[in-house]
């Protein structure tokens, strides 16, 4: 593999100045970053501020839309599992407690289904959840409200995803350093802004310091996840034991049988380089060979304006690169303009952070293995 052209096009003082605001501040800037995107995203993370701020009520209704869909029928179910109640953080982790529990137990997710899990925000039922759950599922220093939650509410089994044997979470430094993900100092460089400063030092605190938490996007680590849930449900109901661990073991042949159609579709391709305007899928290039080129950073909030955007398709102008992969699907504006002027493609990829109606884990990963087997031009 050549080593990625990257550099020569250093984001402006400016630019940077501008974006970092733009994540640090609240409400009112998502409508500028809305101009500049029209995509689904800012609303919906207004919706999920508003959520947060309305409470108890509206909690309580997003848990119900969030569902259960492990479960047969919630709290009026019975039989095997009723009873106990896993509360996972976000997607990714409930699809994988849903597998490993039985059918009558209760898995619901703190992050709305299609919302993203960045910058999740409790409401005072969601940490009684998180006190009373026999088993919480997160990732310590991605979501700070839920580190906090956790901490305060001390559950009975909390599992900490990013602490498993077998996981080797990855700050985007370090991803840099592997030659994993390119950023072009995009976000490794503190901004002179005092406000932009001020977010990443509180981010620092909360223990968010620059852990790359999408770990979810290599199949790999959740074999692990599965385990740990299996572990833990067994320890509060040890007459299933036995059906936890065989239901660990055929959710973790699934997500190998996963990870080897990966492995088979990225073999031989024409490129190794996916661009990608959030930066969600270091752990998926480092398992399969690739090499990200991140427009943005880990946040999306942070996303990256149009001029940066171009900026970076300009200086891929001629290479082996096609396409730039977008988390939602990019605007017509952006789209057109990347193709008549630097001839690449806007591509939708699924970082799959959030439940929707696209299917489940696996499907969505099926499909973005089909979008990067057209994008860097497979055989
Ligand atoms: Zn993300």
């Known amino acids: 593999m050549s080593s990625p052209r990257w550099s020569g096009h250093a984001r402006s003082a400016a630019d940077a100045g501008a974006h970092l605001a733009l994540a640090a501040a609240d409400g009112g800037a998502h409508l500028t970053l809305g101009a500049v995107t029209r995509g689904a995203r800012p609303a919906r993370r207004r919706a999920v501020r508003f959520l947060a701020a309305a409470g108890a009520a509206a909690a309580a209704l997003a848990l119900t839309a969030c569902g259960t869909s492990g479960s047969a029928g919630g709290a009026a179910a019975t039989g095997p599992g009723s009873g106990l109640t896993i509360v996972t953080a976000f997607y990714p982790l409930q699809w994988v407690s849903e597998n490993v529990a039985l059918k009558g137990t209760k898995v619901t997710s703190l992050?709305?289904?299609?919302?993203?899990?960045?910058?999740?925000?409790?409401?005072?039922?969601?940490?009684?959840?998180?006190?009373?759950?026999?088993?919480?599922?997160?990732?310590?220093?991605?979501?700070?409200?839920?580190?906090?939650?956790?901490?305060?509410?001390?559950?009975?089994?909390?599992?900490?995803?990013?602490?498993?044997?077998?996981?080797?979470?990855?700050?985007?430094?370090?991803?840099?350093?592997?030659?994993?993900?390119?950023?072009?100092g995009y976000t490794a460089s503190p901004s002179a802004d005092p406000a932009a400063q001020a977010a990443a030092s509180a981010k620092a605190k909360a223990g968010a310091a620059g852990l790359d938490p999408h770990l979810w996007l290599d199949p790999n680590n959740l074999v692990p996840v599965a385990g740990a849930v299996a572990r833990a449900l067994t320890a509060v109901d040890k007459a299933h034991a036995a059906t936890y661990d065989a239901n660990a073991n055929t959710l973790g042949e699934r997500l190998g049988a996963l990870s080897t159609e990966f492995s088979a579709g990225l073999q031989a391709c024409a490129s190794t380089r996916i661009v990608t305007t959030h930066a969600a899928f270091g752990y998926l290039s480092k398992r399969y060979g690739l090499v990200q080129l991140s427009v943005g950073g880990l946040d999306p909030e942070a996303e990256p304006s149009l001029q940066r955007i171009r900026t970076v398709a300009a200086s891929l102008k001629g290479s082996d690169v096609t396409t730039v992969f977008f988390e939602e699907t990019a605007s017509p504006d952006i789209a057109e303009t990347l193709a008549k002027d630097d001839g690449l493609k806007a591509e939708r990829l699924d970082p799959i952070e959030t439940s929707n109606t696209e299917g489940d884990y696996i499907a969505r990963m099926r499909t973005d293995l089909k979008t990067l087997e057209a994008a860097l031009q497979c055989h």
């Open 111 to 184: 992050t709305p289904s299609g919302a993203e899990p960045h910058d999740l925000e409790l409401s005072p039922s969601q940490v009684s959840q998180i006190r009373t759950a026999d088993v919480v599922v997160y990732i310590k220093g991605f979501q700070p409200s839920v580190d906090k939650a956790v901490q305060q509410a001390k559950p009975k089994h909390a599992i900490d995803v990013a602490a498993l044997p077998n996981i080797d979470p990855m700050t985007l430094d370090q991803e840099a350093a592997a030659g994993i993900t390119q950023s072009d």
